[in-house]
């Protein structure tokens, strides 16, 4: 009986501190999530849900174990995008997040195609602010004849000049229109997600969610990268953020922006909820989770809802935009530079993979 006893006792002390994390604080060792997912791991939606949904008190955790998942993959790197908007306002699509789409009344800028001067212009200052990518962006429900035959005139034209990726965001697209910009020299087409299928309906009523996934398969079958991501704060569920990055996964994106709602006045979304910056922060990590290996970019709103915490997001990102975004202003160069420095980061023009666990 003695020998039973202190076997019994032995197996009780193995097996208490697994009945203490269970079942909710098993889902809560962020280390040992990191670890599953550096070992192969895909994340499931309850486990992405409960990284949106943990305490405050949690964040750093979550960050810690985030970052080796950015440090696997991207090390101590920082991506620079660099945004022209090439055609302003004069799109006939009701995206209600948008200043630019038909239902807005927002005072922005509203120009058709830029010239190939200006556009040069514009590639010259991506360079020379360090960026990797020059994101050529018009606003419309996909491009015409002659904005297709200006992209192919001029992306060439940019590379022979500079050392930059050229990403295309032209709206809707068909397979020809695709197999025309790969032959160009485009690198990748951002087309986002914005949100999850379901959600979709809420925020445009013009083109579906059906829509915007076609022209994303057009571009994968063109030998294009894919560059799509989404907005957080118009009024969705945790579960269309979660919905939104598993979807992401699943098309195997390359890279993902990842924008907060700037409520822009004349705008639907003009008087949505503010999220608050630690929220942002949890969505970022999330996003690093399910895409360990996808580029992960502090896309518009960061200035507005991260606030002082900014710098937090790089732990998990590894990419922001340099300058200003579409018909917002960003920060000033120098400050994401000084960021960036600050926080033990370099620019550089290439993703670096690292070993480093």
């Not at 799509?228 to 969705?236: A, H």
């Not at 590894?318 to 917002?328: A, I, K, R």
């Given at each position: 009986m003695t020998d039973l006893n202190v076997i019994a006792k032995v197996n009780a002390r193995m097996i208490q501190p697994m009945l203490e994390r269970m079942p909710g604080e098993l889902q809560h060792d962020w280390s040992l999530l990191g670890e599953r997912v550096l070992g192969g791991h895909q994340v499931s939606e309850e486990e992405a849900l409960s990284i949106l949904r943990a305490e405050d008190a949690e964040l750093l955790d979550i960050l810690a174990a985030g970052f080796r998942l950015r440090r696997r993959w991207f090390g101590n790197t920082v991506q620079l995008y660099f945004l022209m908007n090439a055609k302003s306002g004069l799109c006939p699509e009701d995206c209600h997040y948008c200043s630019q789409s038909?239902?807005?009344?927002?005072?922005?800028?509203?120009?058709?195609?830029?010239?190939?001067?200006?556009?040069?212009?514009?590639?010259?200052?991506?360079?020379?602010?360090?960026?990797?990518?020059?994101?050529?962006?018009?606003?419309?429900r996909g491009p015409s004849e002659r904005e297709i035959q200006a992209v192919e005139k001029i992306v060439p034209e940019i590379k022979a000049r500079h050392d930059l990726e050229v990403c295309a965001c032209l709206g809707l697209l068909t397979a020809e229109q695709a197999q025309r910009l790969a032959a160009c020299g485009v690198n990748k087409v951002n087309h986002n997600l914005n949100t999850s299928a379901e959600f979709y309906e809420q925020i445009c009523s013009t083109h579906s969610y059906d829509d915007r996934v076609e022209t994303l398969k057009a571009v994968r079958a063109a030998g294009l990268q894919l560059c799509?991501?989404?907005?957080?704060?118009?009024?969705?569920r945790d579960e269309d953020v979660v919905q939104m990055a598993l979807a992401l996964r699943e098309l195997e994106v390359e890279s993902i922006p990842l924008n907060f709602l700037i409520d822009i006045e004349g705008t639907p979304l003009d008087r949505s909820p503010k999220l608050t910056p630690r929220y942002c922060l949890k969505a970022l990590a999330m996003f690093r989770f399910v895409n360990p290996t996808s580029e992960l970019r502090i896309a518009g709103g960061r200035e507005l809802h991260l606030g002082s915490l900014q710098p937090l997001?790089?732990?998990?990102?590894?990419?922001?935009?340099?300058?200003?975004?579409?018909?917002?202003?960003?920060?000033?160069p120098e400050a994401d530079y000084r960021m960036i420095e600050e926080m033990g980061f370099v620019v550089t023009r290439q993703e670096e993979m690292t070993n480093d666990q």
């Open positions: 038909k239902i807005s009344t927002a005072e922005i800028s509203r120009y058709n195609l830029l010239s190939r001067e200006k556009l040069l212009e514009g590639a010259k200052m991506a360079a020379e602010r360090g960026s990797k990518t020059y994101c050529i962006v018009i606003s419309a799509s991501g989404g907005i957080i704060g118009m009024g969705e997001g790089l732990y998990v990102a590894n990419s922001v935009f340099v300058g200003d975004y579409l018909t917002t202003k960003g920060q000033p």
